[in-house]
Nanobody, 122 residues
Framework: QGSLVESGGGSVAAGGSLSLSCVAS?????????MGWFRRVPGKEREGVAQ???????FYVDSVKDRFTISQDKAKKILFLQMNDLKPEDSAVYYC???????????????WGQGTQVTVSS
């Protein structure tokens, strides 16, 4: 099936920027109809924040709209997330995954990557 490796997280002050990357190996890149970025904070469910389809259509949840930009390098199987104007509530571990566009559902047997920690201080 392959693997997902996220990177690019770090600690920034509010208003700062970070650029995340996700390298997908094997069949993980677009095994479903979209590729998505998720985030998770301790004690809460993992939530989807941005997704992109094979033809480049993007979708963002309201909390990150106009601040985050999802993009891809399909040839290299890399997914990106540019995060600008970061807020303390954006602090989380960020993950990528192939998902069904309409439902945000990843494969039932997905092996999530380690994720990358984003910490935003006020």
């Amino acid at each position: 099936q392959g693997s997902l490796v996220e990177s690019g997280g770090g600690s920034v002050a509010a208003g700062g920027s970070l650029s995340l990357s996700c390298v997908a190996s094997g069949t993980m890149f677009y095994i479903k109809s979209c590729m998505g970025w998720f985030r998770r904070v301790p004690g809460k469910e993992r939530e989807g924040v941005a997704q992109i389809s094979t033809n480049g259509l993007t979708f963002y949840v309201d909390s990150v709209k106009d601040r985050f930009t999802i993009s891809q390098d399909k040839a290299k199987k890399i997914l990106f997330l540019q995060m600008n104007d970061l807020k303390p509530e954006d602090s989380a571990v960020y993950y990528c995954a192939p998902v069904w566009c309409q439902t945000w559902s990843p494969p039932s047997d997905i092996a999530w990557g380690q994720g990358t920690q984003v910490t935003v201080s006020s």
